[in-house]
C-alpha cells in the first residue's frame, strides 16, 4: 500500500512570496490533514478536511493561508504571502475515518522563509 | 494549544537500557497515541490507548494511562540506537482533531 505523498520536500522563498504545498493521501481515506511542525514543537493541526468538506480551520490563519481538496483525494495548501514565522515543516496526514484512530503521515514539506 | 506535555524534553541512555517517557493531559480524553518521528520524517504510529484501558502492549513498548492523573507513559525496552527519535503523545477527545505534545527527544547511545 502506496503511503502519504507530498512535494516539494523542500522549499526555501523569500518572504512575501506564495508557495504551494501538494498532498496525496491513501487511497480511500476519506480524511485528510495539514499540520504546520516548527522546529521543537509538536504538529498543529491547521485543516481537517472530511472528503472535499472542511471539518475544522480554526487554527488556520486565513488571511494568508488557504487550502483545498477538489474531487476529495489531492489537496494543496497554499500560503500568500509568506513571513518569516511560516518557516517550518508542513506534514499532510491521512485517515480512514475522522477523529479517532490512526493517522498516516507523509514526510513532510520543510519550508524556509528568508 | 498543546493538550499533552511529555516529560522529559530529552532523554539519552545506553543500547540495551530501557527507556520511560510520560505524558500529562489537561482535559477529558477519549484515546490517546503516542507516535515516533526520526530526523527529518514524517511521523509514525506506534500505539493507541482508549480511556478505558490501563495497559497496553506492542512489541517492545509498553503503554500505561491513568485518566485519574491525567497522565500516560511509554516504555521502550532493551532500547537500540534505531530508537533514537522523537516522541509525542496526542490525545482526542472523540469528536475533536489530535492535539500533540511537544514531544520527548530520545536519544539511544550504541
Known amino acids: 500500500e502506496a503511503g502519504v505523498a507530498q512535494s516539494p520536500r523542500y522549499k526555501i522563498i523569500e518572504k512575501r512570496q506564495s508557495v504551494a504545498f501538494w498532498c496525496n493521501p491513501i487511497?480511500?481515506?476519506?480524511?485528510l490533514y495539514w499540520y504546520q511542525q516548527i522546529l521543537g514543537q509538536g504538529p498543529k493541526l491547521l485543516i481537517q478536511?472530511?472528503?472535499?468538506?472542511?471539518?475544522?480551520d480554526s487554527q488556520l490563519p486565513k488571511d494568508r493561508f488557504s487550502a483545498e481538496r477538489l474531487k476529495g483525494v489531492d489537496s494543496t495548501l497554499k500560503i500568500q504571502p509568506a513571513k518569516l514565522e511560516d518557516s517550518a515543516v508542513y506534514l499532510c496526514?491521512?485517515?480512514?475515518?475522522?477523529?479517532?484512530?490512526?493517522?498516516?503521515f507523509g514526510p513532510g514539506t520543510r519550508l524556509t522563509v528568508t | 494549544s498543546q493538550q499533552g506535555e511529555e516529560d522529559p524534553q530529552a532523554l539519552s541512555i545506553q543500547e540495551g537500557e530501557n527507556a520511560t517517557m510520560n505524558c500529562s493531559y489537561k482535559?477529558?480524553?477519549?484515546?490517546l497515541q503516542w507516535y515516533r518521528q526520526n530526523s527529518g520524517r514524517g511521523l509514525v504510529h506506534l500505539i493507541l490507548?482508549?480511556?478505558?484501558?490501563r495497559e497496553k502492549h506492542s512489541g517492545r513498548l509498553r503503554v500505561t494511562l491513568d485518566t485519574s492523573k491525567k497522565s500516560s507513559s511509554l516504555l521502550i525496552t532493551a532500547s537500540r540506537a534505531a530508537d533514537t527519535a522523537s516522541y509525542f503523545c496526542?490525545?482526542?477527545?472523540?469528536?475533536?482533531?489530535?492535539?500533540f505534545g511537544k514531544g520527548t527527544r530520545l536519544s539511544v547511545i550504541a
Open positions: 496526542a490525545t482526542d477527545t472523540g469528536n475533536t482533531p489530535l492535539v
Open positions: 482535559t477529558s480524553i477519549n484515546n
Open positions: 478536511f472530511q472528503n472535499n468538506g472542511v471539518v475544522d
Open positions: 487511497s480511500g481515506h476519506a480524511t
Open positions: 490507548i482508549r480511556s478505558n484501558e
Open positions: 496526514a491521512s485517515s480512514p475515518a475522522a477523529f479517532s484512530g490512526e493517522q498516516y
